[in-house]
């Protein structure tokens, strides 16, 4: 399974109302340039506090909620299903419906006022349902079957450095370094059963994590033009490869290695802080996600369909109950085929 981590965005956010009335500024000792030491909005604060571009040096804890949705047709691989139920083993459905939702608790803490450290505790709920028109066509052998699995995912550990902070003429420039552990049950040696019919082979169990280690790093850049804020990120994710004791559906271990196929993403948006409290994003992010190797007896193969490029159109809203809590929103639109087809999430980050 791959997760969609987040390694390579370009974003750019458009006027924020009201954040030119907040900014103060400073004449840096090192340059001469004035640096700006705005105390934004609370709309504003929590946008930047997604983007992870808001240092603080108070604890942040932010419990989380995210569903996804999907519904392929057409599948018939022997290897990997991309993105939501990867597995190394031989399906062959006509339609596979996924439902993942996934509870997690992020808390972050700003060591000084240019490094923030993250963790991330996920733990998943998935179900997919799998059809088949049944042997040979046949629609009075259609057939149905679902598979769910709960259980922890794989935690994750950030780090967040300002490199340099914001002037007049710069923007801030802070450096971005993540780690991923696999804590969740891996998709390799996956048994699957079949249908009566003989024509719906499925999964016995369904994974929460990748089975292996991942790291990504990358750089986040922010300019405030007042009254606007404008701010991307660059990066890349890389899965390190591990020996497993059976990669294969088939009866027996088969041992070998597999090679996660490494992640890059780009993407744009556009925030605006309608009032004090309340602010609106809209973003599209795209990810490329690179094909998947397994080893053999010394014998090294692509995975046929284990590469995948995911485009979500993200609709997001943050509201301040207070000065220490808000509400983060975000509605995603999956507008390729690996992407799913919509996502939900709901956040309550607040800070001790």
């Not at 016995?204 to 994590?209: I, Q």
């Not at 020996?243 to 490494?262: C, T």
């Amino acid at each position: 399974m791959r997760n969609k981590v987040s390694v390579l965005s370009l974003v750019t956010v458009a006027a924020l109302p009201g954040a030119a009335t907040v900014t103060q500024a400073q004449m840096s000792p090192d340059d001469g340039e004035v640096v700006r030491e705005a105390r934004p909005s609370q709309s504003v604060e929590n946008v930047l506090r997604e983007e992870h571009a808001l240092f603080s040096d108070r604890l942040t804890i932010e419990p989380g909620i995210n569903y996804s949705y999907s519904d392929r047709s057409q599948l018939a691989l022997r290897g990997f299903l991309a993105l939501d139920a990867i597995f190394l083993g031989e399906i062959n459905v006509d339609a596979v419906e996924s439902h993942i939702t996934t509870f997690d608790l992020s808390t972050r803490y700003g060591l000084t006022n240019r490094l923030e450290v993250g963790l991330n505790l996920p733990f998943v709920y998935r179900s997919s349902t799998y059809q088949s028109i049944g042997d040979d066509f046949s629609t009075e052998k259609n057939s149905e079957t679902s598979v769910d699995e709960a259980d922890l995912g794989d935690i994750s550990l950030s780090l967040s450095y300002r490199l340099l902070p914001e002037t007049q003429s710069r923007p801030d420039l802070v450096w971005n370094l993540g780690v991923r552990a696999p804590t969740g049950t891996d998709p390799y040696g996956v048994d699957v059963r079949e249908d009566p019919n003989s024509n719906l082979n499925v999964p016995t169990e369904l994974p929460t994590g990748n089975g292996v280690w991942g790291v990504n790093t990358g750089v986040s850049v922010l300019k405030t033009l007042d009254p606007a804020i404008v701010f991307a990120n660059l990066g890349y994710t890389y899965n390190f490869e591990e020996s497993f004791d059976d990669i294969s559906a088939s009866e027996g271990n088969q041992p070998g290695d597999v090679k996660l196929g490494d992640t890059i993403r780009a993407g744009f948006g556009t925030a605006f802080a309608l009032k004090e409290s309340l602010s609106l994003s809209l973003s599209y992010s795209h990810e490329y996600i690179q094909k998947s190797e397994t080893t053999q007896d010394g014998v090294t193969n692509k995975v046929i369909g284990s590469d995948a490029s995911v485009g979500v159109l993200n609709l997001g809203g943050t509201y301040a109950l207070s000065d220490s809590t808000s509400i983060v929103t975000s509605l995603g639109v999956g507008l390729t085929d690996d992407a799913s087809d919509i996502s939900l999430t709901f956040r309550m980050p607040f800070q001790m």
